[in-house]
């Protein structure tokens, strides 16, 4: 048995799924296309952003052809299908240049690894966004995708089999210990070597500190604030409650103090004004 840190974290996650070979050969076992990157980018933005929210992609790469967006996402939100639905259209938008022709150069392929899992227990969903006829048939015309992955709802018997070591991978490492003998993938034995215990920084342990303390304080102010929600029954409830939620994690990550004012916002989904007016006790 070898000791890991769990993929859970996104700096863990990043540290594996940045090297170009994992991150291509991932793509290659879900996708079938092969991928020519030199790099893979973490924490990638646009400048300037696109729409009214700033997003930020964790793991960011293209080629020629194609636009590769790995997010990872270990906190259950009611939300995240629409979060990362609007991810992946920043990323096809922010190809359109001008009004006569918009048909992107790339194509966009987003994932989103769900660690937590999800309520509808699935192991792996798809929107495809290429129009079908009516006995379900593509056309062809457009490949976009969105990609999401439940590890923890991996099913042998139903998931196919080029997927397995992969969501298995990162479902075993959860626990904090794997059994490399177990996997064939040679991708996936470097992603074991690259987080064994014994391989994480000082500096890598601070940031899987502090985001287990942020990942904690969400999780509960969340399901706290929903729960009272759902009780009342009330949509103008749950609104005002996801609101609160997010103004109560603020304070709760400013009163810790690790995270600058407008990594806070990032978190929160804020305006940095909103975080500075707490901040002052506005």
């Known amino acids: 048995m070898k000791q890991v840190a769990p993929l859970r974290y996104d700096v863990i996650f990043k540290k594996a799924f940045s090297v170009p070979e994992i991150f291509t050969a991932f793509v290659r076992d879900f996708l079938d296309i092969e991928i020519e990157i030199d790099k893979v980018e973490t924490d990638k933005t646009y400048t300037p952003p696109i729409?009214?929210?700033?997003?930020?992609?964790?793991?960011?790469?293209?080629?020629?052809?194609?636009?590769?967006?790995?997010?990872?996402?270990?906190?259950?939100?009611?939300?995240?299908?629409?979060?990362?639905l609007h991810y992946h259209c920043a990323a096809l938008l922010e190809q359109v240049a001008t009004h006569g022709n918009y048909q992107p150069d790339l194509q966009v392929f987003?994932?989103?690894?769900?660690?937590?899992?999800?309520?509808?227990?699935?192991?792996?969903?798809?929107?495809?966004?290429?129009?079908?006829?009516?006995?379900?048939n593509s056309i062809g015309e457009i490949p976009h995708k969105v990609i999401y992955i439940c590890p923890k709802y991996l099913d042998k018997t139903v998931t196919p089999n080029k997927y397995h070591e992969w969501l298995e991978a990162i479902e075993d490492s959860?626990?904090?210990?794997?059994?490399?003998?177990?996997?064939?993938?040679?991708?996936?034995?470097?992603?074991?070597?690259?987080?064994?215990?014994?391989?994480?920084t000082?500096?890598?342990?601070?940031?899987?500190i502090d985001e287990y303390g942020i990942e904690q304080i969400k999780q509960e102010i969340t399901e706290k604030v929903m729960k009272k929600g759902i009780e009342k029954g009330i949509k103008k409830g749950i609104k005002e409650g996801k609101q609160q939620a997010n103004q109560d994690i603020a304070l709760n990550l400013l009163s810790i103090?690790?995270?600058?004012?407008?990594?806070?916002?990032?978190?929160?989904?804020?305006?940095?004004?909103q975080v500075q007016d707490l901040k002052n006790g506005k």
């Not at 729409?51 to 906190?75: M, T």
């Not at 792996?124 to 379900?136: M, N």
């Not at 000082?202 to 899987?208: G, K, Q, S, T």
């Not at 103090?257 to 305006?271: D, P, V, W």
């Open 51 to 84: 729409g009214k929210v700033a997003v930020k992609f964790d793991l960011y790469a293209e080629d020629k052809k194609n636009r590769i967006i790995i997010d990872i996402q270990h906190v259950r939100f009611a939300d995240h299908y629409h979060r990362f």
């Open 174 to 200: 959860l626990d904090e210990q794997v059994d490399e003998s177990h996997y064939t993938s040679p991708e996936i034995q470097q992603i074991f070597k690259l987080i064994e215990k014994d391989q994480v």
């Open 257 to 273: 103090g690790t995270l600058t004012e407008e990594q806070i916002a990032q978190a929160t989904n804020l305006s940095l004004k």
């Open 110 to 136: 987003t994932f989103v690894i769900l660690t937590s899992g999800d309520k509808h227990k699935k192991d792996v969903s798809i929107i495809d966004f290429d129009p079908k006829d009516l006995q379900g």
């Open 202 to 208: 000082p500096e890598e342990l601070a940031i899987m």
